[in-house]
């Protein structure tokens, strides 16, 4: 019986004395740990084993790790096209340094008995942490945005174009539109899993319906009561002729609904012309020179009609103050019957063979006049591709239906546009009347290639004004990507 109780306190002792050096050894690891400069042991960041490494060496370990991970751009899939998502153009990267101060902490926090459970939770399970990823969330949208003006399946609104003596009211065609935020929280984690590098990521989309034709709307935006026209002095001031024009709403409310899926609708108009137009009043009304750009163009006879029926169509265009300059209300639809031709375009990632091919031309030429002679740009995209005739960041890009170029007369004083191809060179002038209510400005245009990579270029364009030879400001203007040939 004796015997028993001394071997039960001899076992008790003993098992105190092993407890007491694991409780020692602990504290004085513990101690140790406290005061050492190195991340404790079983510490992961992004699968990483930072156990041992000081802070700095930490985050050079990961940093060069992750790049190695990372790619610079992300492949986006619509159907059989490919359009690429540069990490760098929204500034994605791992806020590593806040990782690792955070794994640093781990054991540290100044309560002996936390600490010491903290360290050996730690230790057994190996705590993996992920730095947290920023972006800038606008830049991605915003880019997300061009690629969805790229897609092959565009939304096509009802709309409508004079052509002659008839409106042409055109129905609308569904269109592919992108899951914005879907598509945004896809990339995210797909970054933030670093599973990118040999993948692509399918465009989610949805489809969005036109609108339906408001016959009554059109009636509005198109009915215009006759006035001739004229110009004063004193005000300067000028009154551009108006033809009367006129349709009957009934009638072609009743041929849509006879036929609601036809492409199109001719409806004949009825005009009452003035007698006095802006042309018979010459140039005097417009007597100063805001602005002209040029443009050269090889004469390639399909692509030179193309261009100078669009040329005709914005030639001698008066524009209000305060009035809005659509290109494709002013030139219309691009039809064989209008006379245009088959020419080089960009269309799904490439360049082929479409009607009215070389128009951009036109616009590009008018959007840097615009630009010069200080007006304002309200509606205006970048080509997939950069144009020949013009540098990145100086052009615009039309396709009837879903892609317009529009500015705003912001003078006080009618403007008046020229417009000319001849000679291999397109030219388009813009005249009016400086005066004290607009300050003027010398205006020139700044484009940077920023960025390239394997698959795009980015410039940035930038609107710099100049008095007296001074810059007194600089704006910009853009961002553009375009995809390399």
């Known amino acids: 019986m004796v015997k028993k109780k001394n071997f039960i306190t001899i076992y008790l002792i003993l098992i105190a004395i092993v407890i007491g050096i694991l409780v020692a050894s602990a504290i004085a690891f513990y101690l140790f740990h406290k005061t ?226 036809a492409d199109e609708y001719a409806v004949q108009l009825t005009f009452t012309k003035p007698e006095i137009t802006v042309n018979d009043l010459g140039m005097d009304p417009f007597p100063d020179k805001l602005s002209t750009y040029s443009t050269q163009y090889v004469n390639n006879p399909d692509r030179t009609t193309n261009l100078r029926l669009a040329s005709n169509k914005i030639n001698g265009t008066v524009i209000m103050p305060g009035e809005t300059f659509s290109f494709n209300k002013v030139v219309g639809k691009r039809t064989v019957s209008a006379g245009y031709k088959d020419a080089a375009i960009f269309s799904d990632g490439q360049v082929t063979d479409g009607l009215g091919g070389g128009i951009c031309q036109i616009t590009s030429t008018l959007y840097d006049a615009v630009v010069f002679a200080n007006l304002e740009i309200t509606a205006r995209r970048n080509h997939m591709f950069v144009p020949s005739y013009v540098t990145g960041g100086r052009d615009a890009t039309v396709v009837y239906g879903s892609t317009d170029f529009k500015f705003k007369n912001s003078r006080s004083y009618p403007i008046k546009i020229l417009s000319s191809v001849e000679g291999g060179v397109a030219t388009v002038s813009i005249y009016g009347y400086r005066n004290a209510n607009d300050p003027e400005y010398e205006i020139s245009i700044e484009t940077n290639l920023v960025k390239t990579t394997s698959t795009s270029l980015v410039y940035d364009a930038y609107k710099v004004y100049k008095q007296n030879g001074n810059i007194v400001k600089k704006e910009k203007m853009s961002r553009d990507t375009y995809k390399k040939y």
């Open 36 to 261: 050492d400069d190195k991340i404790q042991a079983g510490v992961y960041i992004k699968g990483i084993n930072v156990s041992g490494l000081t802070k700095d060496e930490a985050t050079g370990l990961v940093q060069e790790k992750l790049n190695l991970e990372l790619n610079d751009h992300i492949i986006l899939k619509y159907k059989n096209h490919e359009y690429y998502v540069e990490i760098e153009q929204f500034e994605a990267k791992f806020d590593v340094r806040a990782s690792v101060d955070l794994v640093y902490r781990m054991g540290r926090s100044g309560n002996v008995v936390k600490d010491m459970k903290d360290y050996i939770f730690v230790l057994m399970s190996k705590i993996n942490v992920d730095p947290i990823l920023t972006y800038n969330k606008e830049a991605l949208i915003s880019y997300l945005e061009t690629i969805e003006a790229q897609l092959p399946d565009q939304l096509e609104q009802s709309s409508y174009y004079m052509d002659e003596d008839k409106v042409i009211i055109t129905n609308g065609k569904n269109g592919a539109k992108i899951q914005i935020d879907e598509l945004e929280k896809t990339i995210v984690e797909t970054i933030q899993d670093i599973s990118y590098k040999n993948a692509s990521i399918d465009i989610p989309t949805f489809t969005e319906y036109p609108d339906k034709i408001n016959v009554q709307a059109i009636h509005d935006d198109v009915y215009r009561q006759m006035q001739n026209a004229y110009f004063t002095t004193e005000p300067r001031m000028v009154y551009a002729q108006v033809t009367g024009v006129d349709f009957n709403v009934q009638d072609v409310e009743k041929a849509i609904a006879e036929n609601p899926n």
